[in-house]
């Protein structure tokens, strides 16, 4: 009997310009912009870590290191912190260093998803492994990571998490198509990255959440640019579908792009909306400047 390959590793690709969100992003990284007080990358470590996956493999590149700094110690802060008995702030900025252990590689210049995903190939050798797209949030009670790692271990297939999307966003995902098999999973036979609307196969997009099997590795080697430019991970998805199956999984939960403006507005209103430090303020402020406003 073949044993069971687990889950065992994320890789985080960081890499990317995050030219949506110029200017804010010129010097500083995108998945390091806060969520009412804690950076996009912290609440994805925090839930790569619910997930009960310990090593975190990040792709950075230039500009970058701040992420790095994030996770570190910071022994002078935290001493500071202490002499002035502020211990519950010096115990967030303890814990913030040890939610995950973190192994950095340095994407040589952005040439696309795919290439940052190839970056973690030596570090992750030959087992499946976890994708979280580092400006990709999903907030849920089951974290939607070990959703997608109970679906691995039941088809021992690649597994993408997906989403509905309105017709005119359409053209802004990979888009799959593909045999539903229960409520929330499908075996997919279509991905295209980024179609125009009247040839996608499905309203069903892929969101920043993969569980891929080391071949990937093989096919992103051989990967030519595809979309912008980009060596683009879903054309090397598209191949290993075809290969060795690929699961699409529709997640329970809600999903926020912090990459986008929009989106990262949103996840800032939700992540506060949970804070009860925060959310009876809010709503007092909302529902006078809605009110103010009609
Ligand atoms: P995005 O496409 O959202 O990132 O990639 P981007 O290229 O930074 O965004 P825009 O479109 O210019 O605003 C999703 C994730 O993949 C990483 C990004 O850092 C982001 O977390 N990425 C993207 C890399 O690590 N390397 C790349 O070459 C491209």
């Not at 990937?216 to 075809?242: C, N, V, Y």
Request: glycine letters at 8%.
């Amino acid at each position: 009997m073949i044993s069971k390959q687990l889950v065992k590793k994320a890789v985080i690709p960081a890499a990317g310009l995050g030219t949506r969100f110029l200017p804010a992003t010129k010097a500083v990284p995108k998945e390091l912009l806060p969520i009412v007080d804690v950076p996009t990358i912290q609440i994805i470590a925090e839930e790569i870590a619910r997930a009960g996956i310990e090593t975190v493999i990040l792709i950075t590149g230039r500009g970058k290191s701040a992420i790095e700094d994030h996770f570190d110690v910071h022994l002078d802060l935290e001493n500071k912190l202490l002499r002035e008995g502020k211990t519950e702030l010096a115990q967030r900025l303890q814990e913030t260093s040890n939610i995950v252990q973190i192994v950095s590689v340095r994407q040589q210049s952005p040439r696309g998803l795919g290439d940052a995903v190839l970056c973690a190939r030596d570090i992750i050798g030959d087992e499946p492994f976890v994708v979280l797209l580092g400006d990709d949030l999903v907030d849920s009670s089951v974290p939607c990571t070990k959703q997608m790692i109970d679906v691995y271990n039941k088809h021992q297939k690649s597994v993408v998490a997906l989403m509905e999307v309105p017709p005119d966003e359409i053209s802004k995902f990979g888009i799959c198509g593909g045999k539903t098999i229960s409520e929330r999973e499908i075996e997919l036979d279509i991905m295209v990255e980024k179609p125009a609307e009247q040839d996608a196969p499905s309203n069903l997009a892929i969101v920043g959440r993969y569980i891929l099997t080391p071949r990937i590795f093989e096919l992103l080697e051989q990967t030519q640019p595809g979309k912008a430019g980009e060596i683009q991970l879903t054309d090397a998805m598209s191949r290993l579908m075809k290969e060795q199956g690929f699961i699409g999984y529709k997640f329970q939960g809600n999903r926020y792009d912090a990459g986008d403006r929009f989106g990262y507005l949103q996840a800032n209103i939700a992540y506060a909306l949970k804070r009860p430090d925060i959310a009876p303020k809010l709503i007092d402020y909302m529902r006078r400047i809605v009110s103010e406003r009609s």
